[in-house]
């Protein structure tokens, strides 16, 4: 038997799901938005929500697929998911960095929480690398990781490199 399925995140929101994936679509290339759901008057007992109001709102960021739904105040976003940036230059980290932090908050190591409570690691392409190889290098450069809020590349290179 062959199985073929797509993985594709959905993140719940509070009534935010249409703006968060304006947003997100704004900042990253090849985005888009593909659908938007609305609630109907079925279910509504259970689900609260007035007919014609955003249910779901389907996007792609960069070709990955995910879903927003709007479902209630009853779960909130943690650490505990968080969404990768490899970025190949300081710029690209500088972009991103700035593009979700804007109503967010900094967080160390690299990551980040934007407007919405989503957390997303913003870092380097190269990071694996410098971190799997010679475990000295890699020693050197989670010691100029760790207080570290954005990643500055160039310093991370000359721990490496040290």
């Not at 389907?58 to 990955?64: A, M, R, S, Y």
């Not at 479902?71 to 190949?88: D, H, K, L, N, Y």
């Not at 890699?138 to 207080?147: D, G, I, S, T």
Request: glycine share 8%; charged share 20%.
């Amino acid at each position: 038997m062959t199985l073929q399925c797509r993985i594709a995140p959905c993140l719940w929101f509070d009534g935010q799901a249409e703006e968060a994936a304006t947003f997100y679509t704004g900042i990253f290339p090849r985005s888009r938005i593909a659908a938007t759901l609305y609630y109907g008057e079925a279910g509504r007992d259970i689900h609260g929500h007035a007919a014609g109001s955003v249910l779901t709102v389907e996007f792609e960021l960069d070709g990955l697929h995910f879903t927003a739904l709007n479902g209630g105040p009853q779960f909130r976003f943690s650490e505990a998911v968080s969404f990768q940036i490899e970025c190949e230059t300081q710029a690209e980290i500088d972009y991103y960095w700035s593009a979700l932090t804007a109503g967010g908050s900094e967080q160390p190591c690299g990551w980040l929480k934007d407007r919405y409570g989503v957390s997303w690691q913003v870092v380097p392409s190269i990071m694996l690398k410098w971190l799997t190889g010679d475990p000295v290098r890699a020693e050197h450069v989670m010691a100029a990781l760790m207080p570290m809020k954005k990643l500055d590349v160039a310093a991370l290179q000359r721990a490496y490199e040290s």
